[in-house]
C-alpha cells in the first residue's frame, strides 16, 4: 500500500533540479504539494519535525516524467506476454510464437490466468521492415506456429497485425471489410475488427493484471502521469473506465484519458476522460503504409489511407470547442496533416481563433511537417504530441522512414527543433506498446537526433517530457520542482550532471556557474541512463527501488 500523504518529508544532500534554486540540494515536501526548495544548510531547520528524511547521498530530485501518449493494457499485455519488439528474423519470430502459444496452452491447461486464456492469445511488436527476409509470416505460417489458436498479433506500429484462421474466424463479416486480405497482415476495419474480437475475449482480472503491470512499470521509470490515448477502434470505453478506476486507486501514476470518437464529446465526458481525442484516427501508419501522404511511399504504388475529411475535423473541433473540451487527432503523413489544419482553421473561422486555441487542441504523432504546417500549427494554437523514440527505432539512412518515404522525405520527418523554433507547445510521449515506456531514452532520442537539424537540447527534451505533458493538460503550474507546485517527483541515481545542446557555445556557457543552469545526467548515446531510485505522486511513494 502506498503511505499517507499528510506526511513531512525532506530530502536533503543531492541535487534537486529547480528553476526556484538552480543550485539546491535539499526540499521538504508536506502532504501533496512541495513546501521548500534550497540547500542542505538552510534544510537543517526542518530535520527535527520532519516525519522522514531521506539522505540522498548524491542522488538527483528531478519532476516526475509524463508519458503523453499510451495505451495501458496493450502495453501490459506486451510486458507479460508475447513481445516481438527487436525480433530479428521472421525464423525467429515464428518460433517465440510457437514457444509462446505452447506455454498458454500449457498454462491454461493447469487453469485460468494466461494472457489471453477464454480463447484468443495477444502479443504484438513484430516488424518486418528490418528482417532479412523483408516479409511478414504468411496465414498458413502463423497458424502452423500457433497451433491452431486463435492468435492476434499487431505490429509494432499497431496499425496492421497479423490474425491466426482461428481468430478470423470468430470475427463476423471480416473479408467484406476494408483492409481485409485472406492470407496477409490485416489493415484498416479488418484490423479494427479481430483486435476488438481478441480484446473482448480478455476476462475483467486479466484487464485488470495487464493495466496494473503497465502502471508498476510506468511508476519503476520515474513516470508519474500518463495519458491513456482509448477509443472504440484502438480499446474500449469498459478499458478506459477501468483503467482509471485502478488509477484511482492511488497505488501508481496518474491517468488522465482521452476518448477517439468522432462526435464523442458527451461519450468522452461520461467515461470521465480529458478530452475526445487521442487516437482519433485521420490515418495510419508508415509502417504499415496506412499514413495517409500527398505524393505516393516509395515503396508502394499508393499514398496511404484516409479516415477523416477536413470537414469532419472541422465539425468535431468546432463540437468539442463549444462544450469547453480538448479535441485531438492523430495525424502521421503529410496529406492527414493538411486535413487536420484544414479543419482546425475552419473551426476557427466559425468560432473565432482565440475560442479555439485557448483549448490547446492536440495532435498526436505529427510526422512529416514542413515550415507551412509548422507555421501552423503556431497559428491554431495546437500542441504537438509527439514520440522521439520513433525516429530513434526507424530513423537514419537504413531504417524503415527510407524505405516507405525515401531519403528526402525521411530527413523531414520530426522536426523538434523547428517545432520549438516555432512556439509549437511539446509534450513527449512513447505511444507503448509501439515504443516501450522509457522516459530518458525518449530524452535522448530527442537531443540526438538521426537528422541533426532536427536535435534539441537535453533540457528542452527533458521539459516536454514533464512539463510539457502538465501543459498539453492545460495545467501550466505543475511539473516543475517549486514551492506550492504538487510533489510528483523522481529519484534518480546518476553519475554526473552536465548540460549538453545542439550548440556547443550554448553548452559551454551553460556548464559555467554564472548562468545557473542546472544539469542533467549525460544522455550521449552508449552512456547508461540513470536508475530510478524513488517515484512520488502527489506526496505518495508509488515506487522504491
Known sequence: MTERTNRTVLLRGGAVYSPADPFATAMLVEGEHIAWVGSDGAAQAYAESADEVVELAGALVTPAFVDAHVHATSTGLALTGLDLTGCPSLVEALERISAFTRSALTRSADGPGAAGSGGVLIGHGW??????????????????????????????????????????????????????????????????????????????????????????RAAELGIGSVHECAGPEISSAEDLTALLALAAEGEGPEVFGYWGELGGVETARSLGAVGAGGDLFVDGALGSHTACLHAPYADAEHTGTAYLTADEVADHVTACTEAGLQAGFHAIGDAALSAVLDGVRAAADRLGLARVRSLRHRVEHAEALDDKTIAAFAELGLTASVQPAFDASWGGPDGMYVQRLGAERAAALNPFAALLRA???????????????????????AAFHRTPEHRISVRAAFTAHTRGGWRALGRDQDGVLVPGAVASFAVWDVADLVVQAPDDRVAGWSTDPRSGTPGLPDLTPGVALPTCLRTVVRGRTVHRR
Open 423 to 445: 512556439g509549437v507547445p511539446l509534450a513527449f510521449g512513447s505511444d507503448a506498446p509501439v515504443t516501450p515506456l522509457d522516459p530518458w531514452g525518449t530524452v535522448r532520442a
Open 127 to 216: 516488424d518486418e521492415s528490418g528482417w532479412p527476409e523483408g516479409r511478414p509470416p504468411t496465414l498458413a505460417e502463423l497458424d502452423a506456429a500457433a497451433g491452431g489458436t486463435a492468435l492476434y498479433l499487431s505490429r509494432t506500429d499497431v496499425h496492421s497485425a497479423l490474425a491466426s484462421t482461428a481468430l478470423r474466424e470468430l470475427t463476423p463479416g471480416l473479408a467484406g471489410l476494408p483492409g481485409h486480405h485472406p492470407t496477409r497482415p490485416l489493415t484498416r476495419d479488418a484490423h479494427h475488427a479481430v483486435r476488438q474480437a481478441a480484446l473482448a475475449h480478455l476476462t475483467p482480472d486479466q484487464r485488470r493484471a495487464a493495466q496494473q503491470a503497465a502502471l508498476r
